[in-house]
Structure formats: structure tokens, C-alpha cells
């Protein structure tokens, strides 16, 4: 491996660890990710900082957690100032590209990549911000269910089995498709000029985030697979948080019939068939670095911004502390074999992808940042500390999650708190707050979030940056004015020459 490889970043959405081969799930299909692992690195304890799409991103580009940055939901700006890990890299030397999905709300759609080779899925502006999330912050989280009654929709209506269809094309996949093109054709556009140096390549798609509606190929793959699905304990709703309670009002998760056999089975299947999908994306990318000959000098690292309840705990979507939300696939492939086939159990964040990738490519991070290189959790020198994750969205108060050893600590600001022991209990059914065997630990694991964070300033944050997105909202709607990016191939930039086919 030369002092600066090239760096290949795939991304999915939505993406549940426990959901895949690779983490030993016994029906799901991802032989690609397997051939990743075995030739690399798997880590088998990593969060995203934030389980969720767009601020989950915009926390692993800058390394920071989310209150640093006002990263508080789906419709936060992420500012031109804060320096991301494209910026660095492109300060290295690096030509740096994204194809694909990243969610960047605001007028800068490059956060420091060189070019983007598509537009991206979701909206840049602040025309997500809801009023409802702006009325629970002003009511602290009390009451949510009222203010929920009048959502023109619930994602929990996307869960159900009549949601699922089968061989029906959609913009998700004509998307996926598109980012997928632009990342090979960039891949064999740079195998055709070594000597222009080294790159980093983003690749991010929409899948298998909903909607669940897989290529008929794909859901053929699980034609008589056992389908496993959740089981609902008779005093569930006694386990809810109040986290919990709110994010079921926010999905409409009650609007629904969510324990359908039937329906379970076949949205779980939908699931497998385009998790599928995404890991033959993975295995294609791997085969155009060997057949180019990048494979030799390329770290390749495969993760998601999040997971997926998929109806676990009669819960949809992300948002919650949940493994099944906030644990994610992290995978790393080093060209020269090193630690080929390790298993890393040490809990890390994708907030320390950052520093690993200025630290592969020689560029000091000199900025403050809150993320660790993995490289050193690799080698087994795994600092004791805590990892973090933030919830804001959709709830009213300030949430934050603490991950420690066998540990995970829910900070719910105002509310009655969850500790749970993910060796002994890893569906996070027992909450162990008032056991007092265990109140040494919760108290070191409240002070640590405490002492880290201060949630009365996120609060007040948080709702000061509603009210001012809100006023910017209506105005760019009565302005017409539009942050869309469009990329540009001109010969100029060379795009044109380099990523077409």
C-alpha cells in the first residue's frame, strides 16, 4: 500500500447490521459483504452518530456529533464552515468525487468533494422542517400523540404488507442505478490515468430504505426461505421509553396493523431481497477494482447511516437508540491484507472514519473533531471510552445514547432513562436503571453523557434553529429561490472527458 491509497466509501441507507450475512443472519444473502470481511476487517459494535439520514451524514463527513454542528433533524443546515473529510482529502492531494445520495441541507452541495456525478434524492432545502417537531420542542415532548393527530401521512403505513410490491420500478431504483453507473464509469475513468494520483470515491445509495418494493430477481432469491419476525411481549408498551412513545406517534405505528403475520413475513422478505440488491452493488464496485487493477491500492470501507426497526418492539424506521436503528455494518478492506479477516468488537462510531481516512492518507486532522481513528481500535488499542449518539428529531427533548463495553445507556433529558446490558439481554428488553447491581454503572455512564453534553443549551438551540429555518422556509417558497445541484460535465473541469463512458 502506497503512503496515500486511494479510498472507495460505500454507503447504504437503512441498512440494519443483525439483517445481513455478514452478521450471520441465516437467511440474508450478502456474499458480497462476506467476501469484503474476509479479506478485511469486520466490526461488530459500530454506531452511527445519529440514526438518521440526514444529520447521521452530516455528522460522519465532519466527525462531529450533531449538537456541534446543528444537526438536529432532516431539514438542518449544514453550514460551509465545518470542515468535512473531503475537504481534508482534497487538501491531500486527493481528487475527491461523490456519486449518489448524501442529504446536505443548504447552498453548499459539495462540502468540500471536488465534483458530485448526480444530483442527489432528497430535498436540500429547509422544506422538511415540520411544524410538528417545532411544536413538541415547545411543549418538551408532552402531549405528542395530540400533536401527531393531524401528519398528512405516517411511515408506519410503509411497514404493512400491502405496502410491499414486487417488480415495480421506481425513482429509488432509477436513482440507486444512476449513482451506481456514475461510481463504476468514475472507478475505470481513473484506472485510465494513474498518473493523476490518488482519489477518494464516494459511493451512497437510497437502499434498502423504503419504499419496500424489490425487483422481482431479488425477491425470487428467497422463494421458501424461513422469514423470521418479531415477537410482542404482552406488557411492550410498559417498555417504551419516552423516546420511544413519541417516535410511535410520529410513524403512526398504532394507525396500522403492524403484527400481521403475513404481512411481517412479506416485508421482511422485501427487506432480504433488496438488501441483496445493495450487496450486488458492493460485489460489482470490488470486481471493477480488480479488473482495473485499483484493487491493489485501494482501502475500500462498506457502512450505512443507519438501521432499520423493521417492526422489532412494533417499531418503524430509525430515530431510536435500538440496535436494530443505531448499530451499523462497518467493514474495511486494506490492499496489502492487513488484519484480513479480524473481527473488531471494541465499540466504535462512524465519527471515526474522519481520522482513519486523514490518517491513510498522511493528512493531519487538525481541527477539533470527536471521532478516533479506527486504525487503532484495529490493533487493539480501543480507548475505553464511550461511544455517543444523538436523537432530536420528532421528539421534543434532547436524547443521547451511550455506548460503553457490554453497556448502553439512553439519555432521555427529562424523562426516565434506559440501561441495558447487551450481553446479557441483546434485544434491550430489561431495563436495568433502578437494579441496584447496576447503579454504579448507571451513574458513570449518565455522568460521562453530562459531563460531554449540556441538553438544556441543545434544547434551546435546537428550537432557536427551527424558528429561524421556518422564517427562510416560507421565504424561499414565496422567492421561488432553489439550492438543487446540478452537475456540471464540462470540459473545463474535465468532467467530461473522464465520466462518460
Not at 448524501?102 to 448526480?118: A, C, E, I, N, S
Request: proline share 6%; net charge negative; glycine share 8%.
Amino acid at each position: 500500500m502506497s503512503d496515500q491509497p486511494n479510498i472507495l466509501l460505500i454507503v447504504s441507507d437503512q441498512m440494519t447490521a443483525a439483517l445481513t450475512g455478514v452478521y450471520g443472519h441465516p437467511v440474508a444473502q450478502t456474499p458480497h459483504l462476506e467476501r469484503l470481511a474476509a479479506d478485511g476487517v469486520r466490526f461488530d459494535a459500530a454506531y452511527t452518530p445519529f440514526p438518521l439520514c440526514s444529520p447521521g451524514r452530516a455528522c460522519i463527513m465532519t466527525g462531529r456529533h450533531a449538537s456541534e454542528i446543528g444537526a438536529w433533524d432532516n431539514g438542518a443546515l449544514l453550514a460551509a464552515d465545518q470542515v468535512t473529510f473531503a475537504h481534508y482529502l482534497s487538501n491531500a492531494g486527493y481528487d475527491t468525487a461523490l456519486s449518489g445520495k448524501m442529504h446536505f441541507v443548504g447552498p453548499d452541495q459539495l462540502h468540500g468533494f471536488q465534483r458530485r456525478l448526480t444530483t442527489d434524492i432528497y430535498s436540500c432545502h429547509f422544506d422538511w422542517v415540520k411544524p410538528e417537531w417545532i411544536r413538541i420542542k415547545e411543549m418538551q415532548g408532552r402531549d405528542c400523540e395530540q400533536v401527531m393527530d393531524d401528519r398528512p401521512s405516517y411511515n408506519a403505513r410503509g411497514y404493512t404488507g400491502e405496502a410491499v410490491r414486487v417488480g415495480v420500478w421506481h425513482n429509488a431504483l432509477s436513482y440507486d442505478e444512476e449513482t451506481h453507473f456514475r461510481a463504476v464509469e468514475y472507478l475505470r475513468s481513473k484506472a485510465r490515468r494513474p498518473e493523476a494520483g490518488p482519489f477518494m470515491l464516494c459511493a451512497s445509495y437510497h437502499h434498502p430504505h423504503e419504499p419496500f418494493l424489490p425487483p422481482q430477481e431479488y425477491w425470487d432469491l428467497y422463494d421458501g426461505a424461513e422469514i423470521d419476525i418479531p415477537e410482542f411481549p404482552g406488557d411492550l408498551d410498559d417498555t417504551y421509553s419516552l423516546l420511544d412513545r413519541n417516535l410511535n406517534a410520529y410513524h403512526g405505528t398504532r394507525r396500522v396493523n403492524l403484527r400481521d403475520e403475513d404481512g411481517l413475513r412479506r416485508l421482511r422478505r422485501a427487506y432480504y431481497a433488496l438488501v441483496t440488491y445493495m450487496d450486488r452493488k458492493v460485489g460489482e464496485l470490488l470486481d471493477t477494482l480488480d479488473e482495473t487493477g485499483l484493487a491493489d491500492n485501494t482501502v475500500v470501507v462498506f457502512t450505512s447511516d443507519h438501521g432499520d426497526m423493521l417492526c422489532e418492539k412494533e417499531m418503524v424506521q430509525k430515530r431510536t437508540f435500538y440496535d436494530w436503528s443505531c448499530r451499523v455494518p462497518l467493514v474495511a478492506r486494506f490492499p496489502d491484507g492487513w488484519k484480513a479477516g479480524a473481527v473488531c468488537d471494541s465499540p466504535v462510531s462512524l465519527l471515526d472514519l474522519l481520522p482513519t481516512f486523514c490518517e491513510l492518507a498522511g493528512e493531519d486532522a487538525a481541527l477539533p473533531h470527536d471521532g478516533r481513528s479506527l486504525i487503532a481500535a484495529v490493533e487493539g488499542d480501543a480507548a475505553d471510552r464511550p461511544v455517543f449518539a444523538q436523537a432530536h428529531e420528532a421528539v421534543g427533548v434532547p436524547c443521547i445514547m451511550a455506548r460503553k463495553g457490554r453497556h448502553k445507556y439512553n439519555y432521555i433529558h427529562g424523562n426516565e432513562d434506559q440501561l441495558f446490558d447487551l450481553d446479557a439481554d441483546p434485544g434491550e428488553w430489561t431495563n436495568l436503571l433502578d437494579d441496584p447491581a447496576h447503579a454504579d454503572v448507571a451513574a458513570e455512564m449518565r455522568g460521562q453523557v453530562l459531563q460531554r453534553f449540556d441538553p438544556e443549551r441543545m434544547a434551546g438551540e435546537n428550537l432557536e434553529s427551527l424558528y429561524r429555518r421556518r422564517h427562510i422556509r416560507d421565504a424561499m417558497k414565496a422567492n421561488g429561490t432553489d439550492w438543487t445541484h446540478h452537475p456540471r460535465f464540462d470540459a473545463r473541469r474535465g468532467a467530461l472527458d473522464q465520466y462518460l463512458p
